[in-house]
C-alpha cells in the first residue's frame, strides 16, 4: 500500500518570503504521478503541480516548483515570492496507473499554509 | 481541464434518512472518483466509479452504506444510506480526463448529519 507523509501541520511565514513544504511518500511502483493540491477555505480541491516520476525534470509552475528526488521519496513544493492568497490547506498526493486507468489519489494529512500580511 | 459540478451545495440531514450527491461533468470522461473529507482530516478515496460497471470500493466503504451509479460518461451519484453523525463530512467527486493523467475535483457537497 502507498503511504504519503507531510511532516508539517502548519506554516506560517511573510507575505514576499519562499516557502518549503515537504512530502515523502512510501510505494514499490515504478510508474507514478505526485501532486500537490491546494485547498482554501471555500474546500475547492486546486491543482497546483504535478510531476511525473519518470521525468527527471522538476516541474515548475510559475512561482510554483517541485523538488522531486525520486531515491529518496522525496515530493517537496517551494512557493516563491508568496502571496496572501496562497493561505490555504496543501495537500500532496500520489497515484498510479494501471492498465485499466487511473488509480484514485493517495492524499497526506496536509499542510496549513498561512501567509502573514 | 473541465467543469464539474456538484449538487447539492450543502445539506442538513436528520440520522437514519439517506441523501444522494450528484457529480456532472462537462465532458466525457472514463474514471470518476469519490472522496469523502472528516472534519479536519485530509481526503480518503471511497470508491472508483466506471461507466459501464460496478464501483470499486475503497477498503473500510460498503456498496449498502455508499451506494454508486454512473448512468453514462458525464454523470455519476453517490448516496449514503442510513445517516449518523459520523457520516457528517465534505464529499467530493473527481474526474480524470482520457490522457490527462490528472484528477479535478468538484467543489465538494458539505453533509451534516443532526
Known amino acids: ?117 | 481541464s473541465a467543469v464539474i459540478s456538484q449538487k447539492p451545495s450543502r445539506d442538513i440531514c436528520q440520522r437514519g434518512t439517506s441523501l444522494t450527491i450528484q457529480c456532472q461533468v462537462d465532458s466525457q470522461v472514463t474514471m470518476m472518483f469519490w472522496y469523502r473529507q472528516q472534519p479536519g482530516q485530509s481526503l480518503t478515496l471511497i470508491a472508483t466509479a466506471n461507466q459501464g460497471s460496478e464501483a470499486t470500493y475503497e477498503s473500510g466503504f460498503v456498496i449498502d452504506k455508499f451506494p454508486i451509479s454512473r448512468p453514462n460518461l458525464t454523470f455519476s451519484t453517490l448516496t449514503v444510506s442510513n445517516m449518523s453523525p459520523e457520516d457528517s463530512s465534505i464529499y467530493l467527486c473527481s474526474v480524470d480526463l482520457a490522457g490527462g493523467e490528472t484528477q479535478y475535483f468538484g467543489p465538494g457537497t458539505r453533509l451534516l448529519v443532526l
Open chain 1, 1 to 117: 500500500a502507498q503511504t504519503v507523509t507531510q511532516s508539517q501541520p502548519e506554516m506560517s511565514v511573510q507575505e514576499a518570503e519562499t516557502v518549503t513544504l515537504s512530502c515523502t511518500y512510501d510505494t514499490s511502483e515504478s510508474n507514478y504521478y505526485l501532486f500537490w493540491y491546494k485547498q482554501p477555505p471555500s474546500r475547492q480541491m486546486i491543482l497546483v503541480i504535478r510531476q511525473e516520476a519518470y521525468k527527471q525534470q522538476n516541474a515548475t509552475e510559475n512561482r510554483f516548483s517541485v523538488n522531486f528526488q525520486k531515491a529518496a521519496k522525496s515530493f517537496s513544493l517551494k512557493i516563491s515570492d508568496s502571496q496572501l492568497g496562497d493561505t490555504a490547506m496543501y495537500f500532496c498526493a500520489f497515484t498510479t496507473y494501471s492498465g485499466g486507468g487511473a488509480d484514485g489519489l493517495t492524499f497526506g494529512k496536509g499542510t496549513h499554509l498561512i501567509i502573514q500580511p
